[in-house]
Every structure is written in C-alpha cells, then in structure tokens.
Antibody, heavy 118, light 109 residues
Framework: QVKLVESGGGVVQPGRSLRLSCVASGFSFSSYGMHWVRQAPGKGLEWVATIWFDGSNKDYADSVKGRFSISRDNSKNTLYLEMDSLRGDDTAVYYC???????????WGQGTLVTVSS | EIVLTQSPATLSLSPGERATLSCRASQSGNSYLAWYQQRPGQAPRLLISDVSNRATGIPARFSGSGSGTDFTLTISSLEPEDFAVYYCQQRSTWPPGYTFGQGTKLEIK
C-alpha cells in the first residue's frame, strides 16, 4: 500500500534553515508529482509547493517563494523541502502528499512538526 | 487567485442524520474540486475528486455535486467516525497553485 513518511521536523530559531524529507513506498514514485502541504496549529490546510514527476517543474505558494525549495531524488524514492530564512509563521505540521490523480492530494504522510521559535 | 469559502463553519448533527456541506469558489470555469476529511490528530484523507468521484475505499454515503462556483458534499447518514473537519480544494492552472477552503467542522449534537 502507499506509504509516505516525513522526517526532519523540530525546533529551529528564526532565520535558520531546516530540511524535511519524505520517503515514499507502495507506488511508482518516479511517475507522479509530489506536494508539500502545511497546517499551522489549530488552523486549516495551506499548500506549500509542488514538483513534477521528473523534477522539471516546481511551483510555490507566495508565502514561501524565494525561501523554500522543493526537490526529489527518484533513485531514493525521496522528496525534500529545503526551508531557509524561517519565520514564526512557518510553524506548522508539514505533510507530503502524492499526485496520483493530477490536481489533487491523493495520499498523505503523517506529517512532521516544525516549530520556529527563539 | 481562487478563494474557496466553506459554510457553515460548524455543523452540529446526530448520527443517522444527513449532512450537507457547502463550498463556494470566487471564480467559475474550474473543473477541479476535491473534498478531504481530517479526523483529530490524523492527516487529511481524499474523499472526492473531480466534483463527484469517490476516492478508493470511500463509502457510498459520501457524495459530491455542483458546478460553476457552488459545490456540495453530502453525507447521507452520519456514522460516528464521520465527525471530523472537511476541506474543499481546487487547483489553479494560472497562476499555478492549489487552494483549500477554511474547513467545516462536523460535530456531534
């Protein structure tokens, strides 16, 4: 079955960097787009970034453009999110999700919590 | 940029009752519309895509409908496990991106 496992979250000071990972299994990772979606404590869902199946195209929410970078290693079935210049409003649970049906978030990981605080 | 407005913010019903959740888009002409369920402490789960297509393993009591700017998720007879938060979502091709509604909390009356 499809499984997505995020890691890399933790407590980080404002202005610092963090890299999240998402290891995929149970489907042909290299055939599908992938996404990051976040959820601030007690709030709703916010799309963060998307990468095409081959990494050739990437899109970002305005709130993270220029600070976050999405990438993938299809040989390792792994998705990444490099987060720079972190701010307090980046505090959230970060989920990875796949794009088996284009335009939607079909399967989700369990999420990893990022807390930006001094 | 697409804005999705969900109503009501909170819906209080009893098991066995019918639930009707609404999602209104700020722009029409977009055929992408999905619904997700999020139970407390869990990741969201895709319920409905393309307005009315149930995802794999989703019970038949969940149905989606609508067109243009107005969309509806209906749960025909509520089960205890259906009490959760529901989000609608659309994809925008330009500017490229994805938008979620603010959510409707379905709570036990």
């Amino acid at each position: 079955q499809v499984k997505l496992v995020e890691s890399g979250g933790g407590v980080v000071q404002p202005g610092r960097s963090l890299r999240l990972s998402c290891v995929a299994s149970g489907f042909s990772f290299s055939s599908y787009g992938m996404h990051w979606v976040r959820q601030a404590p007690g709030k709703g869902l916010e799309w963060v970034a998307t990468i095409w199946f081959d990494g050739s195209n990437k899109d970002y929410a305005d709130s993270v453009k220029g600070r976050f970078s999405i990438s993938r290693d299809n040989s390792k079935n792994t998705l990444y999110l490099e987060m720079d210049s972190l701010r307090g409003d980046d505090t959230a649970v970060y989920y990875c999700a796949n794009d088996m049906e284009p335009g939607y978030f079909d399967y989700w990981g369990q999420g990893t919590l990022v807390t930006v605080s001094s | 940029e697409i804005v999705l407005t969900q109503s009501p913010a909170t819906l209080s019903l009893s098991p066995g009752e019918r639930a009707t959740l609404s999602c209104r888009a700020s722009q029409s002409g977009n055929s992408y519309l999905a619904w997700y369920q999020q139970r407390p402490g869990q990741a969201p789960r895709l319920l409905i895509s393309d307005v009315s297509n149930r995802a794999t393993g989703i019970p038949a009591r969940f149905s989606g409908s609508g067109s243009g700017t107005d969309f509806t998720l209906t749960i025909s007879s509520l089960e205890p496990e259906d009490f959760a938060v529901y989000y609608c979502q659309q994809r925008s091709t330009w500017p490229p991106g994805y938008t979620f509604g603010q959510g409707t909390k379905l709570e036990i009356k």
